[in-house]
């Protein structure tokens, strides 16, 4: 292997540094031939490297969203830009309480939603009306952006801006210029407004539209009056459009790059969507990729959404070669607006951290949504998850178990202007054991681009080599996640690349791994399924294993006999059959218990039947209030009153009722009612009445106890208030014991 070491390079002198093949010069973008050969097409792209500004932005690697407007008091996730501006009712702003709080998670930049669809600005603009200028918020005088720039200067932040493209206000007002088939013709950037100079004196003429020219003189403002931009980030919604407006997007980018040179432009050529909402990552994300127009010059960019954007296979069928990479955005709540704090769910902190080492640590950067509450700060139980996601990220990653290990010194030296030519395996060895779950790899593509295609990670024990993980690429970083291994001697070996890969940067760490909480379900036929607690939150689901990620090799301990499990207890293997009982779990992982599951368990259903019920929608029939799936419930229509009667299949003896109400939203929750017996299904007679507070605030299960055991065939519940007044009634579940 070669060892290098070059001082800290800008892109243009990068650029122009000879590569392996003589004939090829390192690039962003290259163009492929008609002539070139796979082997050539390869070559090419192992020349393509970031910009300066792509690599500073790859190196913020956990940055911030801010999604605040009319939306948050609408409690919609779009507007329609017919909005009373008044309705964006804020009496206070704290943005220093949303700096702390993102300085806390270890993120180092956020992007404020300057503008959504709807047009509201957020800032004090020339150009409209329709914004925090026209609300009470400070007599008119707020400006959002302002105290967010200013808190960002204060806790070290950068800033990014997203100015929607598409406005609805724009679209829908009569004088408005988004589609106005007005003509393209020469404008001055900005356009002087009596009474509001600009310090900055810069100057553009372009030939464009109304609307174009508007979008430029707020960009203008934007760029030049609230410090340094780091990025701007442009979406590829259209929720409406009218008069075919088009984008003058070259006009734009020449404004940007002019009056914000250190800044990346999201959307297009610099950096592009992950293809998700939902925090999902691709095993493999190459931000070497095809394109089929030059991406330098061209308006048009798709979005990417398929699984394999920069596999060889995929580099073939291209014209141009070009480095972009991926943004893995997602909100911390169930939208990108605040709603509210009880139907509203939150990513809970082992979904943010799992989120965090699967995007940064798979060669993209995080963007994770944190929407302000109507209060103008974020709410408790976010800035929770926040500060317990950056004490993670930092009691994980702030403590590097290989310093002062032998091995190659630049890869080992924590810099990044330093690498070896790794054409054969690294080999490191501690002083003394170290116990590890994680290693972390780094390559120097500023200087030599992405390259790895495949590698594998040894360990020395018991007198051999022991393969402890493998993946694919590596890029700006790659994090390999693992059972922990115990060893003072590791390797690393590159088992496929595109030329010679240039790795900077390894170091190893522990991560204090948790017995995950539990939970449990139980079919109809009572089959007890144990696993891992899934998490309340329903929006846009990425689909991974969570506890898998973070708490790989914890046991599952249970008991059916009322006693506490413990390590001697019945290990959970596979689901067994359990009727009326206590059911207690535990998980252990390297001899430490979770939270302890109890749960009472009530008749098992298999068998039961409706009998009748007084109303059922299309999509929530009656069958699903029994169904033993708390996702599905019944629901009734407006007509009173409410009642479902079941047939038990047989005569039990009833001493407890268990009331599941649903999550989704607040309608149908059952307040008060009573409970009727029968033993031929026809005759009723009353045994019990109940009443459950609190329901809207807290949906979670309720029990009712008997004063006497009854014994009956059929069951019949008749709801006799719905909270809040409400005019239907709706059930997830119905547990009898």
């Known amino acids: 292997m070669k060892k290098v070491f070059l001082p800290i390079l800008g892109f243009m002198f990068m650029a122009n540094l000879q590569a392996q093949n003589e004939n090829i010069r390192f690039s962003n973008t290259i163009e492929i031939s008609p002539t070139d050969n796979k082997e050539t097409i390869i070559e090419k792209a192992a020349h393509i490297v970031p910009t300066s500004n792509q690599l500073s932005a790859l190196q913020n690697e956990f940055i911030a969203f801010i999604h605040f407007g009319p939306n948050t008091f609408t409690r919609m996730e779009w507007g329609n830009g017919m909005e009373d501006p008044k309705i964006f009712d804020l009496k206070e702003l704290d943005t220093d309480q949303w700096c702390e709080a993102m300085k806390a998670a270890g993120m180092k930049m956020v992007i404020l939603t300057v503008k959504h669809h709807d047009g509201f600005v957020l800032w004090q603009s020339r150009y409209t009306q329709h914004g925090i200028m026209s609300t009470e918020f400070r007599n008119g005088k707020g400006d959002i952006l302002k105290d967010m720039s200013e808190s960002c200067r204060k806790y070290g932040l950068k800033l990014g801006i997203y100015l929607s493209p598409t406005d609805l206000f724009q679209i829908e007002n009569p004088a408005g210029l988004y589609g106005n088939l007005s003509k393209y013709t020469k404008r001055t950037i900005p356009r002087e407004v009596p009474g509001r100079p600009f310090k900055n004196k810069t100057r553009f003429e372009f030939e464009v539209d109304d609307y174009n020219e508007y979008f430029l003189n707020q960009l203008f403002e934007l760029l030049t009056e609230y410090g340094t931009v780091h990025e ?217 681009s992405e390259r790895v295609e495949k590698h594998a990670i040894d360990a020395w024990i018991n007198g051999a080599w022991k393969e402890i993980a493998q993946a694919t690429n590596i890029g700006y970083k790659r994090i390999l996640r693992f059972p922990e291994v115990t060893t003072d001697k590791i390797r690393v070996r590159i088992t496929a690349s595109r030329l010679t890969p240039a790795i900077s940067n390894i170091t190893a760490h522990h991560y204090q791994s948790r017995p995950p909480q539990l939970g449990y379900k139980r079919s109809l036929d009572g089959l007890v399924t144990i696993e891992p607690l899934q998490q309340e939150f329903n929006w846009k689901a990425h689909g991974e294993d969570i506890a898998q990620n973070l708490n790989a090799g914890f046991k599952i301990y249970y008991t059916t006999d009322e006693t506490e499990p413990n390590e001697a207890s019945t290990v959970y293997t596979a689901p067994f059959k359990m009727g009326k009982g206590e059911l207690k779990a535990v998980s252990v992982l390297n001899h430490q218990k979770g939270a302890l599951l109890h749960e009472s368990l009530g008749l098992i259903k298999e068998g039961w039947e409706l009998l009748s019920a007084s109303s059922e929608t299309l999509k929530h029939n009656a069958v699903k209030a029994f169904d033993a799936n708390a996702n599905t419930y019944w629901m009734s229509e407006e007509k009173a009153p409410h009642f479902i009667a079941i047939d038990l299949a047989q005569t039990q003896t009833l001493t407890d009722f268990a009331y599941t109400p649903q999550k989704e939203h607040s309608k149908g929750m059952m307040a008060k009612g009573r409970i009727l017996t029968s033993n031929d299904g026809k005759s009723w007679k009353k045994a019990e009445e109940f009443e459950f507070g609190n329901l809207i605030n807290d949906p979670t299960k309720r029990f009712h106890y008997f004063k006497n055991a009854v014994k009956t065939r059929y069951v019949r519940i008749e709801a006799t208030e719905i909270a809040a007044n409400g005019k239907v009634v709706a059930i997830a579940e119905i547990d009898l014991f």
């Open 232 to 448: 701007v980030w442009f979406d590829g919604a259209h929720p409406k459009t009218k008069g075919g407006q088009k984008y003058n997007y070259p006009a734009w980018k020449e404004l940007i790059k002019t009056l914000a040179p250190k800044a990346v432009i999201f959307g297009r050529e610099d950096i592009r969507w992950c293809g998700n909402e939902s925090g999902k990552t691709r095993t493999t994300e190459w931000n070497v990729i095809p394109y089929m127009e030059n991406p330098d010059t061209t308006s048009h960019f798709p979005d990417m959404e398929a699984d394999d954007l920069g596999s060889r296979e995929q580099l073939y069928k291209g014209k141009f070669l070009h480095y972009q990479q991926a943004e893995t955005n997602t909100s911390i709540r169930e939208g990108w607006f605040y709603r509210d704090d009880t139907r509203q769910k939150v990513r809970s902190t082992d979904d943010v951290f799992d989120i965090y080492e699967r995007a940064v640590g798979g060669n993209s950067t995080f963007l994770l949504n944190i929407p302000p509450n109507r209060e103008g700060r974020f709410s408790d139980t976010d800035v929770k998850v926040l500060k317990e996601t950056g004490e993670r990220i930092k009691e994980t990653y702030g403590v590097n178990l290989l310093q002062g290990a032998q091995g190659p010194e630049e890869v080992l030296d924590g810099k990044n202007d330093t690498y070896i030519m790794a054409d054969n395996a690294i080999t490191i060895t501690t002083k003394s054991p170290v116990t590890f779950n994680r290693l972390l790899l780094q390559e120097a593509i500023g200087v030599n």
